[in-house]
């Protein structure tokens, strides 16, 4: 037989296959028999790995790989027996195809897979030891709270690239924390792409969703029934996701203990009402610009989850005085609480929230564009939190001096005062909280305060604020020299000192508080004092050259060569030196290169046009020390000597 074929004597049966050349009687042969077994000599190996579908008229070649043919059932019994590691991976990188329908496994579902183990392994052990984290900057993976974190940003955030983690992370102990900050205009992440995360990553504690409009109900289903150990989830302006979400999340996920929405339409107060009744562990909630959510939902979360619930943010919402009677009654647990842009509320509701007693524990409070806030409200909040220590109120147009001196009266504990935009209050309140403020207060920041006006005291000095040390007054244009003049008498124990902005301070108004400072200054901020000479620097450096370490000259204009020989002489520490548009020159960079004492870290010389490329060697030899220069709008120095620059500082990050 082989003779007569002229066979070369690799017999091989082809199943389904044709040695045939012609079409019409290809399409004879396969009238007859549509799928048989034919014994064929083969001179040439074919490659064909696919059979041929034939028609009347011709076939056509099916050019898929033979195991596209099989459908998804098939590839899921397959793929479900892949042991876990390179191999699944390897499964995943072969087409999109694979890699979705290897996402949608659950984990318990894979043949090798031990629900027992992996729920010992998911609680004792959620990150396997040989896991290298690296910067979330590079490959979005980052080392957060122990665990593995992925973060997905702008046009990398895709359904493909989470049913990439959901098979990747896998091997490595597991996903711990997720984070989604927007979405793929073209290709954005839906609730298929959340769906595998849900699958694949059981272990996930934590979940961020920022701007993901095509997320919906249905992705936080998923998460819900897989991922029964998360513990923070954070939804921001996700249009799609309604009360059904965030029930099917208390309803399944026990451990919830921090709560973040914001911008979220759809939400509102059965939402809330059922994640207090459901998550006992609950500490941490933040609601902000939610219209639908109002007194219901915001008052049965607060008394469903008092005895735990320590911070509370609500900003942007539809409450009234209502709630903040809640608050004050059942927050006996607070000890931090923002509220923000709560039109509705008045003077009455801050005022029970403050007599109501509740607020024991309450030891930081801010808040932010309230009308509620009067003199009245806010005395009565200081007589209500014995223990608070640090205050913040912003844009609150009807505090004025009084309620400010009645505040820091009542509130004993009070360490940390900050006003910003509190118009109404002048220099007589500021002086008068400092005098009544006790023996505790040690921070003091007033920010673009504009009823601040520079007049001299009328009054004897009252009894100074020993314990103040950090001082900051920046942008506030009323206050100058004669108010500069007052605050440091009655502030002698200062070590930091922000006075960036105060564009009307002159050498008459700093000396005083330079000389009154008996602790010795550490960290000193004139950024933007444009008045000020070489007389405050070189009475600076001599007075506290012993403790200083940063110092900010940056846009004092009169500031010259005779500084830096003061700071060359007498700072021992100082390790941080700003003179950016500083009229300084190469010769005062020698003086400072050539002081055995100095030892700066970082340095700036940012729009000093009269630094030249003579400036070289001393840069060099004050760079054994530079972490940082900055030589950014220096004209007079070349781009070539900051390439040498550059290649000797090797350690040093330079900008230019």
């Not at 979405?183 to 849900?198: E, F, P, Q």
């Not at 000890?335 to 109501?356: D, I, K, P």
Request: glycine share 8%; proline share 3%.
């Amino acid at each position: 037989m082989p003779t007569l074929v002229n066979y070369s004597g690799d017999d091989e049966i082809y199943s389904g296959g044709s040695f045939y050349t012609n079409p019409s009687d290809l399409g004879r042969l396969y009238s007859i028999v549509s799928n048989v077994d034919v014994y064929s000599p083969a001179c040439k190996r074919a490659r064909i790995s696919a059979p041929f579908l034939f028609e009347s008229s011709g076939f056509e070649q099916n050019m898929r790989p033979s195991i596209e043919v099989l459908p998804d059932e098939c590839l899921f019994e397959i793929f479900r027996r892949v042991p876990e590691g390179k191999e699944r991976s390897s499964c995943a990188s072969v087409s999109k195809k694979w890699l979705m329908l290897l996402s949608s496994i659950r984990r318990s579902e894979f043949c090798n897979s031990n629900p027992v183990a992996e729920e010992e392994k998911e609680t004792a052990a959620p990150v396997c030891n040989d896991v290298e984290m690296v910067s979330c900057e590079d490959n979005g993976e980052v080392e957060s709270d122990g665990y593995l974190t992925r973060s997905l940003e702008g046009k990398k955030a895709t359904d493909m690239r989470l049913a990439a983690i959901a098979v990747g992370t896998s091997c490595r102990g597991g996903l711990g924390k997720l984070l989604i900050r927007g979405s793929n205009s073209v290709r954005g992440v839906t609730n298929r792409g959340l769906s595998a995360i849900a699958r694949g990553c059981p272990s996930l504690r934590a979940l961020s969703l920022w701007n993901v409009p095509f997320v919906g109900d249905e992705g936080l289903f998923e998460i819900a029934k897989e991922c029964h150990l998360l513990e923070k989830l954070d939804l921001s302006n996700c249009p799609s996701i309604s009360n059904k979400g965030l029930i099917a999340i208390a309803e399944n996920c026990p451990n919830l203990s921090s709560l973040n929405i914001e911008s979220c339409s759809k939400i509102g107060n059965e939402g809330l009402q059922v994640i207090g009744k459901l998550c006992p562990r609950l500490h941490s909630v933040s609601i902000k610009d939610c219209p639908l959510l109002g007194d219901h939902g915001v008052s049965s979360l607060l008394s469903s989850a008092s005895s735990v619930l320590t911070r509370v943010k609500l900003q942007g919402l539809n409450i009234t005085d209502f709630s903040l009677a809640v608050i004050g009654h059942y927050g006996k647990a607070v000890t931090n609480l923002s509220l923000s842009v709560l039109q509705h509320v008045s003077e009455r509701g801050f005022w029970v929230m403050g007599n109501a007693q509740g607020l024991q524990k309450l030891m930081s409070l801010t808040i932010t564009s309230c009308r509620g806030i009067t003199d009245v409200s806010l005395e009565a909040i200081a007589k209500g939190s014995l223990n608070l220590k640090q205050m913040c109120l912003r844009k609150c147009c009807f505090v004025s001096d009084n309620g400010l001196v009645a505040f820091a009266k009542a509130a004993g504990s009070l360490e940390s005062l900050q006003l910003e935009e509190c118009n109404r209050i002048t220099q007589s309140g500021i002086v008068g909280a400092l005098s009544n403020c006790g023996t505790k207060l040690k921070a003091l920041s007033l920010v673009k305060c504009m009823g601040i006006k520079d007049m001299a005291l009328g009054m004897p000095v009252p009894s100074p604020c020993s314990y103040l040390r950090y001082l900051s007054i920046r942008n506030c244009p009323g206050f100058g020299s004669a108010s500069l003049a007052v605050v440091g008498k009655l502030c002698p124990q200062l070590q930091h000192v922000d006075l960036s902005g105060l564009c009307g301070i002159t050498d008459s108004g700093i000396l005083p508080l330079l000389e009154s400072c008996e602790a010795g200054l550490v960290k000193v901020n004139l950024s933007g004092c444009m008045s000020l000479t070489d007389e405050v620097v070189s009475a600076l450096a001599r007075l506290h050259g012993g403790t200083l370490e940063l110092l900010n000259l940056d846009g004092c204009r009169k500031i010259t060569d005779a500084s830096l020989v003061a700071i060359a002489e007498n700072c021992l520490f100082l390790s941080d030196l700003d003179l950016s548009k500083c009229a300084v020159t190469d010769s005062g960079i020698a003086v400072m290169s050539s002081a055995e004492q100095l030892n700066l870290q970082v340095l700036s010389l940012s729009g000093c046009s009269e630094v030249s490329n003579k400036s070289l060697p001393c840069l060099k030899k004050m760079g054994r020390t530079l972490v940082g220069l900055n030589l950014q709008k220096c004209s007079s120095i070349s781009s070539s000597t900051v390439e040498l620059l550059v290649e000797s500082l090797w350690r040093c990050d330079i900008l230019s």
